[in-house]
């Protein structure tokens, strides 16, 4: 008899732990810009929606650190079910003045990507004393570049590797200016408007970097360290309704992605981007992929997924959301995003 019943509480072990993995390896990263009702509508949320959204995150999840999020994931540390990192791009002084007050009445760790060089030399930035003051107060700051430029503009005359060279030389140049002011250096680098091709992710990742983009998707210990999807959560994306489905998102477990680079040129008709996935918790033929709201036709054999993207026209950000539910937790969805980043006929990037 106690032999059967160790062999129960195994299999019990064994099963417990297939339907916990998928909760505890996993966190979902929020983007803001601005909170404030005076700065533009696309990238603001005010501070009373703010507010709401912090007493949802205090009501239903655990919020961490960014630092502490990525190190658990990448050395496959569980962390809390429902985990959330709080993020802030751009280093806006309505941050410190509206922002800042109810993290800290919450007790909310955050992280903001700042660019160094325009901390305190423009009047709508933070300035080094507050940055100084929030960093005793809970709240990390990382790299979003020395300017915020397009970086995947080249200068006049410049080859693919000279361009690459002097990107990466700015984002070393940002990460010294932090280290020199606060002390520390995470190398953890925010793309300016989320873009990026496949020869800056790979320096990024090569140079020690963990990168960090704007698409969607929660993140796991399998995700792409150097291009991590985050929520934007302003705008028409601010809603707390549709914000709670993307709180309680899994990360896919995406590998294998076939997709020549994220940077495309017009024409771009008549592209597939393929992955495998397999979990236990989810079914491959229940994934369904969206482009502007569009469900994509979709292939599928075995675990592998081929999703025929619709064509893309129009320069600027663009993305494809695959989505599929969770069979073990209802209401809750795996997600996987592909970002696309196009330039106009002139080389131009779109604000």
């Known amino acids: ?15 417990l732990l297939s339907i916990n993995t998928w909760a505890t390896d996993n966190a979902v990263i929020l983007l803001y810009h601005h909170v404030s009702k005076t700065t533009p509508r696309l990238t603001s949320v005010s501070p ?38 709080i993020t802030f791009d751009d280093g806006y002084d309505n941050i410190y003045d509206n922002a800042h007050p109810i993290l800290k009445e919450f007790a909310f760790p955050y992280t903001i ?68 002011h606060l002390g520390y250096s995470l190398k953890y680098f925010a793309y300016p408007y989320g873009e990026f091709d ?19 998707g929660a ?9 991590l999807p985050r929520y934007p959560a302003a705008g028409v994306y601010s809603n707390i309704q549709t914000l709670e489905v993307k709180l309680n998102s899994l990360a896919m477990p995406v590998s294998d992605v076939y997709m020549k680079d994220p940077k495309v040129m017009p024409p771009f008709h008549n592209q597939v981007v393929t992955f495998n996935v397999k979990t236990d918790d989810l ?28 064509s893309i026209t129009q320069p600027g950000r663009h993305r494809v959301n695959c989505t599929a539910p969770s069979m073990q937790k209802k209401g809750r969805y795996y997600w996987y995003s592909q970002p696309f980043f196009m330039a106009t006929a002139e080389g131009n990037w779109l604000d």
């Open 1 to 15: 008899m106690r032999k059967y019943w160790s062999i129960i509480v195994a299999t019990l072990t064994c099963a």
């Open 48 to 85: 009373e929606t703010f507010r709401q959204h912090m007493q949802y995150l205090a009501d239903n999840h655990s919020v961490l650190p960014l630092k502490q999020v990525i190190e658990a994931l990448q050395n496959n540390h569980p962390l809390p079910d429902k985990t959330v990192v």
């Open 113 to 180: 990507f700042v660019n160094p060089p325009l901390i305190g030399e423009v009047n709508y930035q933070l300035n080094w004393q507050q940055v100084k003051r929030m960093a005793k107060e809970n709240v990390s700051f990382a790299n979003h570049g020395k300017q915020h430029s397009h970086m995947l503009t080249k200068e006049a005359g410049e080859s693919q590797q000279e361009w690459l060279d002097r990107t990466m030389q700015d984002i070393d140049d940002a990460e010294k200016i932090l280290q020199q």
């Open 198 to 216: 496949d020869q800056l992710k790979r320096r990024l990742r090569a140079q020690g970097y963990v990168g960090f983009a704007q698409h969607s």
């Open 219 to 227: 993140i796991a210990s399998y995700s792409d360290f150097a291009a």
């Open 283 to 310: 079914s491959p033929q229940q994934i369904n992929c969206f482009q502007n709201g569009q469900v994509l036709d979709k292939s599928l054999s075995k675990n592998t997924i081929s999703i025929k993207i619709n």
